[in-house]
């Protein structure tokens, strides 16, 4: 399955914004998927991941609260709902995919297979 990322920009601090991941060449509907990102000077980190049916969600405590994971397996998407972001949102924002035949999650970037190319969200103060 191969996964573009879209959505970012540069936004103010307070702004929302919706991050989008594409899926094609595979059935959504078969993968767990996750959000990462990565802001400069720092490793990636897990941000959130929802399982296939979208029934199980995690999120990284630094942003529950604030960041909504959701999917529309009819429209192979993924979303990332980010409300009033702050500065230190500030990074990539890579999606992922993993084929699974259970309700799993993931929290692991080891975990997934499949990474989209990143979108750059750039949040001023």
């Known amino acids: 399955v191969q996964l573009q990322a879209s959505g970012g920009g540069l936004v103010q601090a307070g702004d929302s914004l919706t991050l989008f991941c594409a899926a094609s060449?595979?059935?959504?509907?078969?993968?767990?998927m996750g959000w990462f990102r990565q802001a400069p000077g720092k490793e990636r980190e897990f941000v959130a991941t929802i399982s296939r049916a979208g029934t199980r969600k995690v999120y990284a405590d630094s942003v529950k609260g604030r960041f909504t994971i959701s999917r529309d397996n009819a429209k192979d998407t993924v979303y990332l709902r980010i409300l009033s972001v702050k500065p230190e949102d500030t990074a990539v924002y890579f999606c992922?995919?993993?084929?699974?035949?259970?309700?799993?999650?993931?929290?692991?970037?080891?975990?997934?297979?499949?990474w989209g190319q990143g979108t750059q969200v750039t949040v001023s103060s």
């Open positions: 992922a995919a993993r084929s699974t035949v259970t309700g799993a999650y993931y929290t692991r970037d080891n975990d997934y297979t499949y």
């Open positions: 060449g595979g059935t959504l509907s078969n993968y767990a």
